[in-house]
């Protein structure tokens, strides 16, 4: 059995839109500096974009949770893998996430970094899957709402693979060999 890959969302498009949520990011923390956490490893791509479209002062930190491991499904469990380096008392935290899809990895991230008395705590993703929720996840920034469908690409993955291409896609499964 093997995969084939089709566009949902192009490169362009994924690019228009970034570059408008970072200007809008750029507008609400106006005279503020933001501590960004990109959320390993599916967030790597889209925080990198974002970051270099804010205009504001930005500082990055990393922490990487899996839910999926190599499935298609979450396992319901939530895994930190690597902490953040740095305190989060007194700053403004954006988390920049790929996707937000059962909900279960954000609002147990969420959860967990509020009690470290950060100023404010907001949620920025690159897609959102609300017809799949099962935990409430409040989402400040979202680029784009997307179909129940599994999504590869700018990051997110199917066993690992396919984080590297620059547009998001639809994986299906070929079943004929
Ligand atoms: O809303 P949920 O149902 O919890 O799913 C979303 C999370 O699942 C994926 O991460 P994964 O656990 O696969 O780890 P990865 O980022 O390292 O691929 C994705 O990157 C999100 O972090
Ligand atoms: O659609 C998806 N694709 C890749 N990883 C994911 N993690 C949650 N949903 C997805
Ligand atoms: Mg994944």
């Known amino acids: ?24 990011i750029s507008k609400d923390y106006a005279g503020k500096e933001i501590h960004l956490i990109c959320v390993l490893k599916g967030g790597v791509f889209f925080t990198c974009e974002l970051a270099k ?9 990393f922490m990487s949770v899996s839910s999926y491991g190599d499935d298609t499904k979450s396992s319901g469990v939530v895994r930190i893998v690597k902490d953040l380096d740095q ?5 403004d935290v954006l988390i920049v996430e790929d996707i937000i899809d059962s909900g279960r990895t954000l609002s147990y991230l969420i959860e967990i970094l509020k009690g470290r008395n950060p100023n404010s705590v907001r949620l920025c993703t690159l897609l959102d899957k609300p017809e799949r929720r099962v935990r409430d996840v409040k989402v400040d920034y979202c ?35």
């Open 53 to 61: 479209r804010i205009t504001v002062p930005v500082s990055l930190d």
């Open 143 to 177: 680029c784009f709402n997307i179909p129940d469908e599994f999504v590869v690409g700018y990051g997110l993955d199917y066993a690992q693979k396919y984080r590297n291409l620059p547009f998001i896609g639809v994986v299906e499964l070929d079943t004929e060999e």
């Open 1 to 24: 059995m093997s995969e084939k890959i089709r566009v949902l969302l192009s490169e362009e498009e994924v690019e228009a839109r970034i570059r408008q949520i970072a200007a809008k």
């Open 87 to 91: 305190p989060l008392i007194g700053k």
